[in-house]
């Protein structure tokens, strides 16, 4: 069975910095394009970063100068490195993974990131 599992969310306040990680388990993980998406509340899912097999990556506009994704295809893992959280940052965070070849895209549970003084 397909497992994303994220963590390193938190509470920090406007400034600091939080690195997430999704260990991926039960998938061939370099077919996948990896991403972060987020979630605030009362606002619908967003794309934060997206990055490929290559190391391609896709940033949103939002947090292009701030964030940075990364992936460790030996490890099965993805990062997001956040810098310099806003409160606008704060939403529960969610790992993908997505396979356009065959069709299929993963989830994981979320991981709650909350920016705050």
């Known amino acids: 069975q397909v497992q994303l599992v994220e963590s390193g969310g938190g509470l920090v306040q406007p400034g600091e910095s939080l690195r997430l990680s999704c260990a991926a388990s039960?998938?061939?993980?370099?077919?996948?394009?990896m991403g972060w998406y987020r979630q605030a509340p009362g606002k619908q899912r967003e794309l934060v970063a997206t990055?490929?097999?290559?190391?391609?990556?896709n940033i949103a506009a939002s947090v292009k100068d701030r964030f940075t994704i990364s992936r460790d295809n030996a490890k099965n893992t993805v990062h997001l490195q956040m810098n310099s959280l806003k409160s606008e940052d704060t939403a529960v965070y969610y790992c993908?993974?997505?396979?356009?070849?065959?069709?299929?895209?993963?989830w994981g549970q979320g991981t709650q990131v909350t920016v705050s003084s």
């Open positions: 993908n993974a997505d396979s356009v070849s065959l069709g299929v895209d993963f």
């Open positions: 039960e998938i061939t993980f370099n077919l996948y394009i």
């Open positions: 990055i490929n097999n290559a190391g391609g990556t």
